[in-house]
């Protein structure tokens, strides 16, 4: 089984521009979670899509979005880039309706903001 | 959320048993402890969880105090390998998705 992919690996972008990034969960699994991790703050959750849906959100501001496709591909969107949104960001997927089960993480696009 | 408290830091020689600490003085009845690692960065790779019982896996062994308030992950035979950052997570049993990650155990295995 594949496991989880994330595109771009790599991102290099300037203050003020936006950025949409791509997670495609394992096979069958329809719940997508996103987290931020940077040297200062570790490693952060942004929010978590199930079934198209938003199901859990943190605690990051307005400019952090996302969506979840039928297929449960999941995007997330930064507008308005600014310097500290400079992070490794990883998104994890599960079956999202076993409540032990695990999340499995993807490689994570490294994103650098300029 | 239940907080996770670890040693910044430990080293362990390779081949002997690498004991990781981790206190939860918060957790609640219904919530699990899972251990995840990250290696040079890239995604954190799941170790092992239990409740209550201690448990093994061909990874690892969880030990699970009886208050629950803290745990003890076992890598019986520490590799350099398994040089890593460890995270200890907190996480309810009501099926949140949403894992607080604390700063984690960086782990160093000398030759």
């Known amino acids: 089984k594949a496991g989880v992919t994330q595109t771009p690996r790599y991102l290099i972008k300037t203050r003020g521009q936006q950025v949409t990034l791509s997670c495609s969960p394992i096979?069958?699994?329809?719940?997508v979670s996103w987290y931020q991790q940077t040297p200062g703050q570790g490693l952060q959750f942004l929010f978590e899509?199930?079934?198209?849906?938003?199901?859990n959100k943190g605690n990051f501001p307005g400019r952090f979005s996302g969506r979840q496709f039928s297929n449960s591909r999941s995007e997330m969107n930064v507008s308005t880039l600014e310097l500290g949104d400079s992070a490794l960001y990883l998104c994890?997927?599960?079956?999202?309706?076993?409540?032990?089960?695990?999340?499995?993480f993807g490689p994570g696009t490294r994103l650098l903001v300029l | 959320d239940a907080k996770t408290t670890q040693p910044t830091s430990m080293d362990c020689a390779e081949g002997r048993a690498a004991n990781l600490p981790c206190n939860h003085s918060?957790?609640?009845?219904?919530?699990?402890v899972y251990w995840y690692r990250q290696i040079h960065s890239q995604g954190p790779q799941y170790i092992i969880h239990?409740?209550?019982n201690n448990e093994t896996n061909e990874m690892a062994s969880l030990i699970i105090t009886e208050d629950r308030k803290s745990s003890t992950l076992i890598l019986p035979h520490a590799t350099l390998r398994d040089t890593a950052v460890y995270y200890c997570?907190?996480?309810?049993?009501?099926?949140?998705?949403?894992?607080?990650f604390g700063t984690g155990t960086r782990l160093k295995v000398l030759a």
């Open positions: 997570i907190v996480r309810p049993h009501s099926g949140t998705y949403k894992y607080i």
């Open positions: 096979s069958g699994h329809r719940s």
């Open positions: 899509y199930f079934s198209e849906t938003q199901r």
């Open positions: 239990g409740l209550k």
């Open positions: 994890a997927s599960s079956s999202g309706t076993d409540p032990e089960e695990t999340q499995y």
């Open positions: 918060t957790i609640s009845g219904n919530e699990y």
